[in-house]
């Protein structure tokens, strides 16, 4: 038996998560098992989102996060990792330089990457080998600072597009106009000619919305569900969500944004049924980064 470490470090609008994973071989097959996920609330997207520039004081946030993250990346002796940024550093005018100062003082390099890309990291988990290839699935990721969706048909996808919509835009007030029109009308494009669209849902938000509106273990919510649990937390105030229902204090004032985009795409997509299979861009970064380890080391 062999055991490989990896790390990936997903730089969010509203947070930055650092994940230790174990590849184990044997007997010719591979487990991935999670380590350890450290999630650290910065929310670059309030500043970028709201005045196109990361502040200095959540810099200095950031790279003392990066110099941490350095440190136990160490201590895990870890094969190899990757660092993606996604819409906050993006449109960050002092993104480019922030990352040069996090490569030259924690030795971390950040990527940029764009919509297209953070939703094919995500496909290379490869859970589209589990869906049935007569159906057609719109796959949906919600974050702080904007909305990927791609259509799959087949395994495949055969659509992908990124919508600056997002729960820390809309808590700011910066949703560009006509964004909410623009899904709407993509969505009525592209689902109108097709029946039973299921729709996988990925974010953290998601997974928490599933945790209170599902007694199953079948990881999928029904419209009705989510449009019930969406209704029960718009009702109460953002200190029970923390007190009675156990929320950090920067996910109990995004949950509700985020239940209303993806009840919306739902809607305009005509679709009674999401799937949560638990995925994201960190476990799309490991499954990449040891594809490339094996590779490699078959070429030798």
Known sequence: MK??????????????RLLFTNVIEKDGESYL??????????????DTFTNQFISPEKEE?????????????????????????????????????LIERIN???NIKIDIISGKEEANIIFSNKFTSILDPNK????????GGSTEISL????????????????????????????????KECLLDICSSKDNIEIIGSGGNINKLFKYASPRNERYLTYHELKDIHSL???????????????????????IPAATIFLSIMEWANSNVIQIPKI????????QLYQRYSASNILV
């Not at 999670?34 to 309030?46: E, Y």
């Not at 057609?136 to 974050?143: Q, R």
């Not at 729960?167 to 106009?177: D, F, G, K, M, S």
Request: hydrophobic residues 45%; contains cysteine.
């Open 3 to 16: 055991i490989i470490k990896f790390a990936a470090i997903d730089i969010g609008s509203n947070a930055i």
């Open 33 to 46: 098992k999670k380590s350890s996920l450290i999630r650290v609330p910065i929310r670059l997207g309030a």
């Open 61 to 97: 946030k950031m790279v003392n996060t990066m110099i941490a993250f350095r440190k136990l990346m160490d201590v895990h002796e870890i094969q190899a990792y990757r660092a993606c940024a996604t819409s906050a550093m993006r449109e960050a005018s002092n993104g480019y330089q």
């Open 104 to 106: 030259k003082v924690a």
């Open 136 to 143: 057609h699935y719109l796959y949906v990721d919600v974050g």
């Open 152 to 183: 799959l048909t087949g395994g495949k996808a055969h659509f992908s597009c990124s919508f600056n919509v997002g729960t820390i835009r809309i808590l700011e007030n910066c949703v560009p106009p006509n964004e909410f029109i623009r899904i």
């Open 233 to 255: 937390f718009s009702s109460i105030s953002y200190d029970d969500l923390m007190i009675k229902y156990n929320m950090n204090p920067d996910r109990a004032d995004v949950i």
């Open 280 to 287: 994201g861009i960190s476990d799309g970064i490991i499954n």
